[in-house]
Each structure stands twice: as C-alpha cells, then as structure tokens.
C-alpha cells in the first residue's frame, strides 16, 4: 500500500490535503528538503508537523501556501492544485509564518481591514467580519492599539486574525507556539480547538512534540525532508514511548555537578556514543540513552550515588529525529 | 460614497498612504521643504540685477543694480525652482522608495502579503501610487511658488508644464528604479545605495561623459579636412551623438525649455543678438538661453555650436526627447519590477523547447548515511475515528 493510500485510510472523511510526492531542493543546495514527501490530511482535523530544525517543516507549508514550487509532486488543497492554481489556493488557506511581521505603525483593526481589502471585502461585511474577528481572539477592546505596542501572545493571536478574514478552509500555522509563554499557550490551544469546531484544517509544525501533542488530533513527524511517522497523536506519542531509546535531559546545582555529571554519564554502559550535550549557562545536560524508561531511571539512580544533586530531571523530546532515525 | 470611492484604491497604496501620512513628520518635512524653496526665491529674487546685462555690478540689495528686466528674474526663478525641485526629487526618492520591497522582507511581512490574491502588479503599482502621491503633494505644494514667475514675465504657463512634466517623469524613474532594485536586492541598504549610484550616473554622469566625448571629437585634427573647426551637424551627423546623449539628463532637458535653441553660455566678449525671451546669465552654469549673432566660420561661431543643444529627430526639443526616453525607460523596469516583486509560479504548461537534462546533467544524489538508514514512514492506523468535531 502507498504512503498516500494508507494516510488516506487514517479517516474515511474527505482529504483536504493530499500532497503527492513532493520533492524540493533550494539552489545551491546538495540535500534535499523534501524528498518523495507524500501526506493526506482529512478535513477538520488539526494536523502537527513535528521535526527538528531543517526537517523540511516549513518548506512543506511554504509550497502548500504557494510560497514554493516543488520540483517534483504535487499538492491538492481541496482539489485545486498548488502548482497549477496557485491564486485559487490564495482563497482557500490562511498562512501564518514562522517569523511573521506585523506593520508596527498601524492600528490592530486597520491591519485586519487592510488583509480583508486584499481579499475584495469591502463595506459592512468587513466591518462584522473584523467585529467578529477580534472578539474570537480577544482584542476586541484593542482595536485602536497600535501593534508596535500588542504583547507577544496577543500578535500571535492577531497574526492568527489576519489568516481568518477570508474563512479559509485549511490555516497553515509555521511554528505557532513559539515564543509564547504557557497561559498564551493554553489560549492558543483553546483558539485552535475552537477553529477546529468551526470546521476548519489547521496544519501546524514545532520542532518540540510537548508544545503540539495536546493541540493536534493527528502528528506526522519528519525529518530529512521525509514523513517518518504519521497517525493519531496518542499513538505516534506511545510509539515514541516504546522506542528502543530514550532522550534525557537534566539540571544540575552547580558547574562543578555538570562537570562530574558528564563524567558519570560518559562511562554509563548504555550511553549513545557523542550525545552529550551540555549548557554552561543553564546548568544542563542532554544525552541519549539505549533502553526504554528503566534505563533512564538507572541513570537517575547512578548519577545520585554518585553524590550529583540533580534538580530536574526528564525526557528530552528536542531530538526527537534521532529516536526515529536510530533507534 | 467615499467608502465607495476607497473600496476602489488598490489596498496596498492606502495603506501606504494612511501609514505615511500618519504623524506630525511628513507635514514638518512638508513645511522645512517650503521653507527652502521660499528662502531660494528670495535670493533669487534679492540678487535681481546683480547678473543683468545692464548691470552696474549691484544688486537690489546694495541698491546699485541698474535697469533691468523683470524677465530676466522671472527666468531665473523658473530655473531656481525646477532645479531645486530636481534635486529634491533626486535625493527624497530613492529615499522613500528604495524600502518599499526590501523593507517588507526584512520585517517578515512579505510572505503575508505574497499569500494574498493581490497580485505582482497590482502590489508593485500600489506602493508606487503611494509614494508618488506623496512626492506629488511636495510637487504640487511648491506651485504656488512656481507661480511666481508670471509675475515677473519671461516664462510661460506651458514652460512650467513643461517643467513640472521634466520633474514628473525623473520622479517616475527613479521610484520604478528604486522598487526594482528593492526587489531585486531585498536589501534597503544595497537599494538605496544602487539607486543613487544610478541617478548620479543620470545627473551627473551624463553631462560629463557628453562634454568629454564632444571634446575628443573636436580636437580630433583629422575630421573634415583636418580642421578641427570645419564641421557641420547637417553634413555630419554622427557629431551630433554624443549631445544627444543629453535626453538622459533632466538638467540639459529643463535648460531646452526656455531657449531650445539656443542654449550657448556667451563670453564677455561674444557679440548677442538679443531677443525678447533670451537673455545671458553671467556665471549662472545652468543658463543657455541666448541666440548670438556671428560671423561665419569665426572662434565664437564655432563655440556656440559647440554648446547648442542637439537636434532631435522629429525636430523635438531636447525635453521632448527626454519625456520619451524617460517613459520608455519608465515601462521597462516596471516591468522588471513586476517580475521581480512578486514572481508568479512557472506554469507546468510552459515548457522549454529542450530539456534542461540535456543541458545540465542530473547526478544522483549521493547517499546520505542517515538517510540511508530511515525507516519508511510508518503509518499508524487508528482503533477508531478521529473525535467527532464541533
């Protein structure tokens, strides 16, 4: 069974994304950013793309925003192609960049009615619509504010507006949750879901699995340009689980500790070769070990009695690449 | 119906505007830019006499000036403004319009705005409205001064069309220019840089290069009968070319406008012939407008062929000729700029005659060690559907 096929058998709803075999390579570049990227998404879903830095996330959600032509492959979006119908896409999905700008000198109501003018709303119907607009997103008693002095989390929201104003069918969100402290988190996440009841596909990537697995229904992650795993996120988070290796990461009182934590960690029979990896600065330590959640208690347990006070422990889920590619 | 009326403005040149306008700063621009032109007037206006052909060597202010004619000033003022007006906009432009793109890129709003179904064109013509709007309040705000000059007589309502047309068509090139270059570099810095480095190469390299061309041509001591001064445009055109060259220059284009003709800078010991609209202008270098009289074949006959303006064909004035010039160059790279701003997607339908494998051969990818060792991608079928939405 092809990987489309078989994403496609995830649910009998209607696949409102269904890239084929995209392929992608920036000039001048030997590897690929995509390679052979094949996913379906059914409609309504809230869909996270995880992956590590230069995983190809961003370029996946550049080409489906018209931003890149693929080499190779295709994408439809509700049945229109990216590549051949690339100003109809415009109508169907709201984009959000991972580095977004905002027009600092402009006032917040202004800047929704200035994207609402670029997709030919005009008269009342803007007027209700950017009502409407601010009051999902709470800045309704913000509308005269100049964005240069929004917070972060209410630009995050604002930025998620403006990629509303024509009611796309799919939000195509890079990066979202970066940045945000965690109440703006749980009121993204509270946002999304509330789309989501609305009936809209959010397609959305991170880089950490801990910022996206309560927010999104299905996960696929990636990493080299290609879709390593997909499925629904409780099932892709238990076969992360049940990985033969485990990503730890821990804090340390003292630089002294970081330094004899090393030490310990580097003569630890189940240790994968070079991956310690330390910060001086926040006392910590990351290290991937070979075994499931026993070994990485063993370690705990081997670092106290070495007389090493840690101050946090846990699961390090940055690279998460390596458990796939390894292990 | 106003709302009506905006509806209709293409949504990125009233944000422009709005946004530009917006604040105390472009109206104290506004006003310091009045105060400079009014302040140029007046010494225009006080060194009245100073530089007249019946000048006692004074001027109004010592109050020893002599007669003079009130043409005369007029003419003057007419030169003072455009000039002053030409620098302005060679310098404000590249200015404003220089960040138009590069600015959208460096501030992360570009990839927002290449979402949106505005298209190339209309993304690069709204921001172009906007900024020549603003530059057109500048243009527009110094008419009154302009004005001015029919008081005193020696200018024309169609000269100052004419020299309002000159300052238009600089303003129209050089903020297409700086757009592309925006675009292209997708750096303000480098923009602003290349566009000035083009402007000074229109302003200033022009005329030099014209003068030093003419120079070499003329004492070339084997043209027409080894006598450097036995020429003729109507006999030898091709010595016509380097002044033609002059239609990229607004500063030879706005002197054409008063004297077309006759755009010689006498000496003190040329003979003139006078007439009612010509006059000499001691020292003024932007001065061409006298028709001397001289004997055939003299120095000063061949002098004042040397700097008569060039003939264009079509018998068009020099600010003609600029006017065309300055529209094509206009079109050109706002095409260019279209191109560049927002590039349209190319269309599977459009194929290459010839396969670009041919050309360039394609190797295979080199193994990467820990790709080689990925899994397939691994997809988890769920026990039930996803969560009923909504």
């Known amino acids: ?327 | 119906m106003t709302r009506a009326y905006f509806n209709l403005i293409n949504p990125v040149a009233l944000r422009e505007m709005k946004v530009r306008m917006r604040g105390p700063r472009p109206f104290v621009l506004l006003a310091c830019y009045m105060a400079m032109l009014a302040l140029v007037v007046l010494t225009i206006y006080l060194r009245k006499g100073s530089t007249s052909a019946y000048s006692y060597g004074g001027n109004l202010l010592s109050g020893n000036f002599g007669p003079t004619r009130n043409y005369e000033t007029g003419q003057d003022i007419f030169i003072a403004v455009f000039l002053y007006l030409l620098v302005t906009v060679a310098i404000v432009t590249p200015a404003l319009c220089a960040g138009l793109v590069s600015r959208e890129m460096e501030e992360g709003t570009y990839d927002m705005l290449l979402v949106t179904p505005v298209r190339g064109r209309a993304l690069v013509n709204g921001k172009l409205l906007a900024v020549l709007g603003y530059i057109c309040l500048l243009l527009l705000a110094a008419f009154p001064l302009a004005c001015i000059v029919f008081m005193f007589g020696g200018v024309s309502f169609a000269n100052l069309l004419s020299g309002y047309t000159i300052v238009l068509m600089e303003c129209l090139l050089l903020s297409v220019i700086s757009v592309f270059f925006s675009g292209l570099f997708r750096r303000t810095s480098l923009a602003v840089v290349a566009t000035y480095c083009l402007s000074s190469l229109l302003l200033l390299g022009v005329p030099v290069l014209s003068g030093s061309l003419m120079t070499t041509i003329y004492s070339d001591p084997n043209r027409n009968g080894n006598s450097a001064y036995q020429y003729s445009a109507r006999i030898d055109p091709a010595f016509d070319l380097p002044k033609r060259m002059l239609v990229f220059n607004p500063f030879a284009a706005l002197g054409s406008v008063l004297a077309p003709n006759a755009p010689y800078r006498p000496g003190n010991t040329d003979e003139l012939q006078y007439f009612p609209n010509s006059r000499s202008f001691w020292g003024n270098p932007t001065s061409y407008y006298a028709t001397p009289g001289f004997p055939l074949n003299s120095q000063q006959d061949q002098n004042y062929r040397l700097a008569k303006l060039p003939i264009l064909p079509g018998g068009l004035a020099l600010w003609q000729g600029y006017v065309l010039v300055y529209t094509a160059l206009s079109l050109f790279f706002l095409l260019l700029c279209i191109g560049v701003v927002k590039p349209l997607p190319r269309r599977p339908g459009l194929k290459l005659p010839f396969t670009p494998t041919i050309i360039i051969p394609r190797f295979k990818r080199p193994l990467n060690p820990v790709l080689a060792a990925t899994p397939p991608a691994t997809v988890i079928a769920p026990e039930r559907e996803s969560e009923p939405l909504g």
């Open chain 1, 1 to 327: 069974m092809s990987e489309s096929s078989a994403a496609a058998s995830v649910s009998p709803g209607y696949n409102i994304i269904d890239a084929q075999g995209l392929s992608k390579r920036y000039p001048g570049q030997k590897a690929y950013a995509l390679e052979d990227f094949t996913l379906a998404i059914p409609q309504g879903t809230i869909f996270g793309l995880i992956g590590p830095n230069g995983a190809g996330k961003s370029s996946v959600l550049k080409i489906l925003a018209t931003l890149l032509q693929p080499d190779r492959g295709d994408v439809y979006v509700a049945g229109v192609s990216v590549r051949r119908n690339p100003h109809k896409i415009r109508y169907l999905i709201g984009y959000m960049p991972d580095e977004y700008g905002l027009y600092q000198n402009m006032r917040v109501a202004e800047y929704l009615e200035f994207f609402a003018a670029c997709y030919g709303i005009h008269g009342k119907r803007k007027t209700r619509l950017i009502g409407e607009l601010l009051e999902l997103v709470e800045l309704d008693d913000r509308r005269n504010q100049e964005l240069g002095t929004l917070s972060r989390g209410m630009k995050q929201r604002l930025c998620l507006a403006h990629t509303l104003v024509h009611d796309p069918k799919v939000l195509l969100l890079d990066e979202p949750a970066a940045g945000l402290d965690p109440p703006a988190r749980i009121e993204l996440r509270e946002l999304l879901r509330e789309l989501s009841r609305m009936g809209k596909t959010i397609i959305l990537s991170s880089h950490v699995l801990n910022d996206v697995q309560q927010m999104c229904d299905t996960l696929g992650i990636m990493a080299h340009g290609r879709l390593l795993s997909y499925g629904p996120t409780v099932k892709v988070v238990n076969q992360i689980d049940k990985l033969p290796r485990r990503g730890i990461k821990l804090r340390v009182l003292s630089e002294a500790d970081l330094h004899r934590a090393v030490q310990v960690a580097e003569n630890f029979p189940l240790l994968t070769k070079r991956s310690v990896h330390t910060d001086p600065e926040s006392l910590t330590l990351e290290a991937l070990l070979e075994g499931d959640d026993r070994t990485s208690a063993a370690f705990l347990a081997h670092l106290t009695m070495s007389g090493i006070f840690v101050a946090q422990y846990g699961q390090s889920t940055a690279r998460l690449e390596e458990l796939f590619l390894k292990g």
